[in-house]
Every structure is written in C-alpha cells, then in structure tokens.
C-alpha cells in the first residue's frame, strides 16, 4: 500500500471539503438495510460488466474512503484511487492495507496525475454532480478520458433527472439541484468519442 500526497493546491477548491464527514462517512452512507441492499446491487451491476482480469490497471477517481477501490483490488493488477481530501484517503488506506496492488493520491479530479492512456478502466462513483454546471461536469470527464486507454471503459455513475421521474425533475427545478442531468446533457458531456454501451438504473 503506497499513500501519495502533494500539496494542496493553492486555488480554493471548487468541490465540497470532506474532512468533516471523513470520519464516519461510511457508517453515514453505507449502512443500513437500504443502503447496504444498494451497495450489493451496484456491486453486482459492476462486477457483472467488467471483463475484469489480472493485467489490467484501474483508476478510481474521488474515491472517497476507498469503495470504488474495493470491487477491483482483488482482481486487478494494479488500483489507483485518488481524492481532495486527505481525511477520507486517510480511511481508504485503513480499507485496503491488506491490499498490495493498489495506491492512493491526494489529486484534483480536474487535472490528474497521470499520463495519457495509462488506464484499463477509470470509473467514478456519485461524484459527477458535484461539478454543478454541465461545463464543469464535460470537462472532468475529458480529463478521465486523457488518462483512459483507447480501448478502455470509463465508468460513472450519476443522478439523473428522470430519477423518480416526477421526483428528479422537482429536484432539479424547484428543491435544490445538485447536477440532475437530463440524457441528452449526459449524451453531450459525455461526448461523441465514446460509445455508450450500457445503462443501468
């Protein structure tokens, strides 16, 4: 287990701080029957995609307190996870210190350490909203895509604002918006470069 950091970056950040929320994160979002029936679900969804194996390098981006991580460590040559908040890295190491094939990065999700086409798969996991404006939101998914293999799956899960249907669209419109997309907005951040070859949810 290697844990990298760097300086912080001196332009304030654009995206919430999670020191605060770092130490019971996951006991927050993770547990419970809802929760954890939801967890087994995008697990499966997930692992039933990818044609993973042992070669093949993953990189997952904003991953928290490791999550992301977890599905493809054991399966992987090699994971990569990175995140803005040293606190919930922090609790990503203690998730995989038993783990030898995966590494950890302090890292702006908008300009990643890494060079071109280094990754089999990069995926991200309900972090896409957070770039409220649909700009902001194409241009860390082209950064995910400098790092991808040309052959390789970019993996992202987002809320959407057919969610509930009625539901995503009051959110959106009249609650309070945290980056509810439409499909043809997703289709457009996305780009035309790459293939959308499954949907779930």
């Known amino acids: 287990m290697q844990l990298v950091t760097k300086s912080m970056l001196k332009e304030k950040a654009l995206i919430k701080d999670y020191t605060r929320e770092a130490e ?12 954890e029936y939801n967890e087994k679900v995008r697990e499966k969804v997930i692992l039933d995609f990818f044609e993973v194996n042992s070669e093949m390098m993953v990189l997952d981006v904003a991953t928290g307190t490791g ?8 399966r992987c040559k090699k994971v990569v996870g990175v995140d803005g908040t040293l606190s919930m890295l922090e609790k990503a190491k203690e998730k995989l210190k038993h783990n030898n094939n995966v590494e ?3 890292a702006d999700a908008l300009k990643l ?3 071109d086409n280094s990754f089999d798969i990069v995926t991200t ?8 404006h649909p700009k902001r939101q194409k ?3 082209n950064e995910m895509k400098r790092v991808l293999k040309k ?8 809320d959407n604002a057919l969610h509930g249907i009625i539901l995503g669209f009051i959110r959106k419109y ?25 949907i779930v949810g």
């Open 151 to 158: 052959d390789g799956i970019l993996c992202i899960e987002l």
């Open 174 to 198: 009249f609650i309070h918006n945290i980056g509810y997309n439409w499909p043809w907005q997703i289709k457009s951040i996305i780009g035309k470069d790459m293939k959308i070859v499954k």
């Open 113 to 115: 350490p890494f060079k």
């Open 67 to 74: 999550r992301g991580m977890l599905y493809f460590a054991s």
């Open 104 to 106: 950890i990065q302090v």
């Open 139 to 141: 241009l860390f998914v």
């Open 24 to 35: 019971n994160y996951d006991e927050k979002r993770y547990i419970g029957d809802v929760n």
């Open 125 to 132: 996991f309900n972090f896409l909203h957070l770039f409220r």
